[in-house]
C-alpha cells in the first residue's frame, strides 16, 4: 500500500538562507504508482533544531497553513525562504500527464518496439484530477490540517486546483470514495478555466495557437464536447453549494501571456460574482511576463504566497 512506502523516504536536511527545512522527496501516494505520482514535502524545522532529520517514518506536525501546489514548486521552495516563516508547510503534488506530440518525454511508440510507453504519460480524464485527490487524501491523513491550506496551480494546474473545489461525483465513483477536505483558498495562476471557449473563440492575439489547445484538449478529455464543459470551472453555477468551506479566491494573470488569453481570468471571475458566492472574496493580484516565468523565477508568487497566507492566518 501507499501508506508503507512512507518510511522507505526519508527527511533530508536543507538550510535555505537562515532557515532549517526537512524535506521528503518523490513519495508515492497510491499503490503501483508510476514516475509522476508522488508528492514532495517541504516542513520548516522548529527554532534552535540539531541539524539532522526526524525519523523516516515521522512527521513532524506544525500548527499554521498549508501550501499545496500542483505539480512542481521546487523554485518557491528552495530560493525564497521567507516563505516558511508564515506557514506550516509546502507540498507539491505531482499527477500523471497525458501525451502530447510535442512534449520530449512522448509516448508515442518508440522506434524500438520492446521499450514500453511510460505510463505517467499516458494519463486521460478523469485520471488527472484522481491523481490529485489521491495525493491530497494521502498528504491529509499524514499532516492532518484538514482544510487549513491554500492550494495553488498554475495553467492546468489551476484547472485542477478549482476541480478540487468542485464536486468529486463529477470525477466518478473512485474520485467520491477519496476523503480530502477542500481547502480555504484557492490561487490561480495563469489558468485555463474554459475549455470550449479558448478552443472555438481564442481571441485574435492567440487565434495562431487554436490547433494547439484542440489537440492538447483531445488528448487529455476525449472528443466529447460536453466533457470539455463539464471539467471546466466556469461551467459552475452555484459555487458554495460545490465548495462550502471556500473563503477567498485569488487569479494571477499576466497580461503578456502568449499561451493563455487574459480573457480566461475576467470571464472566471464575472462567472464567480454572477454565481452568488456571497463569502467568497475574489481578488485578482498582478503578475508580468510570459506563461512560465511565475515559476521559473519564482520572487513574485512568493511574495502571492505570502500575502494569501497572511490573510487566512
Given at each position: 500500500?501507499?501508506?508503507?512506502?512512507?518510511?522507505?523516504?526519508?527527511?533530508?536536511?536543507?538550510?535555505?538562507?537562515?532557515?532549517?527545512?526537512?524535506?521528503?522527496?518523490?513519495?508515492?501516494?497510491?499503490?503501483?504508482?508510476?514516475?509522476?505520482?508522488?508528492?514532495?514535502?517541504?516542513?520548516?524545522a522548529p527554532k534552535d533544531t540539531p541539524q539532522e532529520a526526524p525519523e523516516s517514518s515521522s512527521f513532524p506536525i506544525s500548527k499554521g497553513v498549508w501550501v499545496i501546489y500542483i505539480h512542481g514548486v521546487k523554485e518557491l521552495a528552495a530560493q525564497h525562504s521567507s516563505i516558511f516563516s508564515a506557514v506550516a508547510?509546502?507540498?507539491?503534488?505531482?499527477?500523471?500527464?497525458?501525451?502530447?506530440?510535442?512534449?520530449?518525454?512522448?509516448?508515442?511508440?518508440?522506434?524500438?518496439?520492446?521499450?514500453?510507453?511510460?505510463?505517467?504519460?499516458?494519463?486521460?480524464?478523469?485520471?488527472?484530477?484522481?491523481?490529485?485527490?489521491?495525493?491530497?487524501?494521502?498528504?491529509?491523513?499524514?499532516?492532518?490540517?484538514?482544510?487549513?491550506?491554500?492550494?495553488?496551480?498554475?495553467?492546468?494546474?489551476?484547472?485542477?486546483?478549482?476541480?478540487?473545489?468542485?464536486?468529486?461525483?463529477?470525477?466518478?465513483?473512485?474520485?467520491?470514495?477519496?476523503?480530502?477536505?477542500?481547502?480555504?483558498?484557492?490561487?490561480?495562476?495563469?489558468?485555463?478555466?474554459?475549455?470550449?471557449?479558448?478552443?472555438?473563440?481564442?481571441?485574435?492575439?492567440?487565434?495562431?495557437?487554436?490547433?494547439?489547445?484542440?489537440?492538447?484538449?483531445?488528448?487529455?478529455?476525449?472528443?466529447?464536447?460536453?466533457?470539455?464543459?463539464?471539467?471546466?470551472?466556469?461551467?459552475?453555477?452555484?459555487?458554495?453549494?460545490?465548495?462550502?468551506?471556500?473563503?477567498?479566491?485569488?487569479?494571477?494573470?499576466?497580461?503578456?501571456?502568449?499561451?493563455?488569453?487574459?480573457?480566461?481570468?475576467?470571464?472566471?471571475?464575472?462567472?464567480?460574482?454572477?454565481?452568488?458566492?456571497?463569502?467568497?472574496?475574489?481578488?485578482?493580484?498582478?503578475?508580468?511576463?510570459?506563461?512560465?516565468?511565475?515559476?521559473?523565477?519564482?520572487?513574485?508568487?512568493?511574495?502571492?504566497?505570502?500575502?494569501?497566507?497572511?490573510?487566512?492566518?
Amino acid at each position: 500500500m501507499a501508506s508503507d512506502t512512507w518510511s522507505t523516504v526519508a527527511w533530508e536536511v536543507e538550510n535555505e538562507g537562515a532557515v532549517t527545512v526537512w524535506h521528503k522527496r518523490g513519495v508515492p501516494y497510491t499503490p503501483n504508482a508510476n514516475r509522476l505520482q508522488n508528492i514532495e514535502i517541504w516542513i520548516p524545522a522548529p527554532k534552535d533544531t540539531p541539524q539532522e532529520a526526524p525519523e523516516s517514518s515521522s512527521f513532524p506536525i506544525s500548527k499554521g497553513v498549508w501550501v499545496i501546489y500542483i505539480h512542481g514548486v521546487k523554485e518557491l521552495a528552495a530560493q525564497h525562504s521567507s516563505i516558511f516563516s508564515a506557514v506550516a508547510g509546502i507540498a507539491s503534488i505531482n499527477y500523471s500527464l497525458s501525451p502530447h506530440p510535442q512534449h520530449p518525454t512522448d509516448p508515442a511508440p518508440p522506434k524500438d518496439a520492446s521499450k514500453p510507453l511510460d505510463p505517467s504519460r499516458q494519463a486521460k480524464h478523469p485520471d488527472h484530477i484522481i491523481d490529485v485527490l489521491s495525493g491530497l487524501s494521502y498528504l491529509q491523513s499524514k499532516a492532518r490540517f484538514g482544510n487549513n491550506y491554500v492550494l495553488l496551480g498554475h495553467s492546468c494546474g489551476a484547472t485542477l486546483a478549482f476541480q478540487v473545489a468542485m464536486s468529486h461525483a463529477k470525477w466518478g465513483p473512485e474520485a467520491s470514495s477519496l476523503r480530502v477536505a477542500k481547502p480555504k483558498a484557492i490561487v490561480g495562476l495563469n489558468g485555463l478555466y474554459d475549455m470550449p471557449t479558448l478552443i472555438h473563440e481564442p481571441g485574435d492575439k492567440h487565434a495562431g495557437l487554436k490547433a494547439v489547445y484542440e489537440a492538447f484538449t483531445r488528448l487529455a478529455f476525449g472528443d466529447d464536447e460536453e466533457v470539455w464543459n463539464k471539467i471546466s470551472p466556469i461551467s459552475v453555477n452555484r459555487w458554495k453549494e460545490e465548495w462550502e468551506e471556500a473563503i477567498r479566491i485569488v487569479f494571477v494573470q499576466s497580461h503578456e501571456d502568449n499561451l493563455v488569453p487574459y480573457w480566461q481570468l475576467v470571464d472566471m471571475r464575472k462567472k464567480l460574482m454572477a454565481s452568488k458566492a456571497d463569502a467568497v472574496e475574489v481578488k485578482e493580484l498582478e503578475a508580468s511576463g510570459d506563461h512560465n516565468e511565475l515559476w521559473q523565477k519564482g520572487s513574485r508568487l512568493a511574495e502571492i504566497v505570502l500575502e494569501v497566507v497572511r490573510s487566512l492566518s
